[in-house]
């Protein structure tokens, strides 16, 4: 057998060399996010570094896993595809930079590939269309059928129109067979933010996908905005978020309408699944209906339904920023009573966020998968 011989595609093996080579940099603990037994998962990078396919970089309490040219060549010889735009250039794949700004960025990729592979959507080239190909090409028909995700590596193939928006944050877009989502990754910390710059990665993604590519399935699509984060705690940061005079961190405007938040790790994933999915989330919605009345357009708060006192519902299991804080600001104002539905794991947060107006209602994640995703 050949020192550097490749595992088996379809095996998690080549998933994870696969990743590595696609994100530049896998941090470490996202390993632990993969399918597969640690000791399992152990024992492959074990290999890999045995076969110098891989190496470990260390530094600013990062630590990541690397491609070696070894690795990238044994790569490209079985499945050139999958992998030749990312080695080629002086990109963040091909060649990974130390600066721990620039690691920082490579990071926040990794980890939403990770969430969307998880969540069952494709995130590699040979396993989607090529939407986001040079703008000068002939025109091709194409259609989405799948969940897929391109990261902003990937859409800058378009043309220099990406390049030129200056401080958008977004690291790809996630595509259903009906949504379009603008994807962030805030990690562990407040991102900067820079409103015209995202009002114009809108305003492109808004020109390529529904007017130029896809016009015949996202013409009428609003884009949604969907932040992930390192866990629920973040949310309570963004919600309350305000920016300085001197510095521009996140804050809610109005950007996008709807503005969903996940946190990266199991119930976000289940989360990303369900809200993927028209149908599962149609039939969610009818479960929690359930002995309510009817949505009240014109209501003085924002609702799904209206509980039999009269009092809004808000299903909010979604997490999406923009309703809650309308939601909550609209009982405050009035001194209204009213219902927010969320998940287990979304409740503490929301809680704390919320005014005393705010009833809640909890649904069990766990329920969830064992009747959605068994």
């Not at 290999?47 to 891989?54: A, H, P, S």
């Not at 990690?187 to 020109?207: A, F, I, P, Q």
């Not at 001194?335 to 929301?350: H, P």
Request: net charge positive; charged share 30%; proline share 3%.
């Amino acid at each position: 057998m050949k020192q550097n011989k490749l595992p088996g595609r379809q095996s998690k093996a080549y998933n994870i060399l696969s990743l590595i080579a696609i994100s530049g940099e896998l941090p470490k603990d996202q390993i632990n996010r993969l399918s597969g037994g640690c000791e399992y998962k152990k024992d492959i990078i074990k290999d890999f570094k045995r076969k110098k396919l891989i190496t470990t970089y260390y530094n600013d309490k990062l630590r990541g896993y690397r491609l070696t040219a070894t690795g990238k060549n044994a790569l490209l010889a079985e499945n050139r595809e999958r992998f030749e735009s990312f080695f080629a250039g002086n990109t963040e794949t091909n060649h990974p930079k130390y600066e721990i700004k620039r690691r920082l960025r490579v990071k926040s990729i990794a980890e939403t590939f990770v969430i969307m592979q998880n969540a069952d959507v494709a995130i590699y080239k040979d396993k989607k269309p090529d939407i986001f190909y040079p703008k000068d090409e002939p025109k091709r028909i194409l259609s989405v059928t799948t969940l897929v995700f391109y990261n902003s590596r990937e859409m800058k193939i378009y043309g220099a129109e990406f390049a030129q928006i200056r401080g958008a944050r977004s690291v790809g877009v996630l595509l259903t067979k009906s949504k379009i989502f603008a994807v962030y990754n805030t990690s562990g910390s407040l991102m900067k933010w820079d409103n015209r710059s995202e009002v114009k990665t809108k305003t492109l993604l808004e020109s390529i996908l529904g007017v130029e590519r896809l016009p015949y399935q996202y013409q009428k699509s609003d884009i949604q905005g969907l932040m992930l984060g390192d866990s629920m705690e973040q949310v309570y940061q963004l919600l309350t978020s305000q920016t300085g005079p001197k510095r521009k961190n996140f804050t809610l405007d109005d950007t996008y309408k709807k503005f969903i938040y996940l946190p990266n790790d199991r119930n976000g994933e289940m989360v990303l699944k369900l809200l993927c999915d028209d149908e599962k989330t149609k039939e969610l919605n009818y479960i929690l209906s359930q002995g309510l009345n009817n949505h009240k357009p014109g209501m003085f708060a924002e609702n799904d339904a209206v509980d039999e006192n009269g009092n809004a519902v808000l299903f909010a299991y979604d997490c999406d920023m923009q309703r809650i804080v309308r939601f909550n600001f609209a009982l405050e104002t009035y001194n209204r009573k009213g219902t927010l539905i969320c998940f287990d794991f979304q409740t503490d947060v929301l809680k704390r966020y919320c005014c005393d107006n705010v009833t809640f209602k909890i649904i069990n994640i766990d329920d969830l998968e064992r009747r959605f995703f068994p």
